[in-house]
């Protein structure tokens, strides 16, 4: 099993542009999340996924927009990047059934700057 | 709203030390608490508490919740430098299986 897997690793972006980070999981899970993490700030969820079809926003949705068309894709979309989204977003997943919360596995994150 | 905060924020020590990380949660329908450690990219599973008093352990490394003080801790023994990453705690809110974070202990550990 590759686990979580992101694409792209590092990428730079000019104010204004967007970009897709893509998320792919192959555990068969039924929850995703998108995270961003700032320096020192911990992790901040953006989305998350109860499965396919069906997604919520977290904490700091702002300027993102997602889709979960299957059970092993969450792509994050950003619409006119801006600096303030220059942050490292990580991608996970966790099984989920019956009420029983189950630990989150995560993908190794992409690195944004936006300048 | 649901909160994680975590002390201290950074740590150094030498090797061989033992370090106590310290978690306090206020979170709605508290479920459990998880621990996980990030070297340079991902974070990682450590460990996941529900039930307090309860000791879990791999290595040198054991955790422990008190649902009586909303808190927990996690103790590594022995360190050494590849223990050096920062250690998040973090727990799901109510009615939902999103996690709250805590900004993390940065621990350095030095020969």
């Known amino acids: 099993n590759a686990g979580v897997t992101q694409t792209p690793k590092f990428r730079i972006l000019k104010i204004g542009q967007s970009m897709t980070l893509q998320c792919t999981q192959d555990?068969?899970?039924?929850?995703m999340y998108w995270y961003r993490q700032d320096p020192g700030m911990g992790l901040k969820l953006i989305y998350y996924?109860?499965?396919?079809?069906?997604?919520d926003k977290g904490e700091v949705p702002n300027g993102y927009n997602v889709s979960r068309s299957t059970t092993e894709d969450f792509p994050l979309r950003l619409e006119l990047a801006a600096p303030s989204q220059t942050s490292v977003y990580f991608c996970?997943?966790?099984?989920?059934?019956?009420?029983?919360?189950?630990?989150?596995?995560f993908g190794p994150g992409t690195r944004l700057t936006v300048l | 709203e649901d909160k994680v905060v975590q002390s201290p924020l950074s740590l150094v020590v030498h090797e061989g030390d033992t370090v106590t990380l310290n978690c306090s949660y206020e979170?709605?329908?508290?479920?459990?608490l998880l621990w996980y450690k990030q070297e340079k990219k991902a974070p990682t599973f450590l460990f996941m508490l529900?039930?307090?008093?309860i000791e879990k352990k791999s290595g040198r490394l054991s955790s422990i919740l008190d649902k009586k003080e909303l808190s927990s801790i996690l103790n590594i023994t022995a360190t050494q430098t590849g223990d050096s990453a920062i250690y998040l705690c973090?727990?799901?809110?109510?009615?939902?299986?999103?996690?709250?974070f805590g900004k993390g202990t940065k621990l350095s550990v030095i020969p």
């Open positions: 996970a997943s966790s099984y989920s059934a019956g009420g029983y919360y189950n630990e989150q596995f």
């Open positions: 555990m068969n899970h039924n929850y």
């Open positions: 996924s109860v499965g396919a079809g069906i997604t």
């Open positions: 979170v709605t329908n508290f479920r459990s």
């Open positions: 529900t039930s307090s008093g």
């Open positions: 973090a727990a799901p809110g109510a009615g939902s299986y999103q996690l709250t």
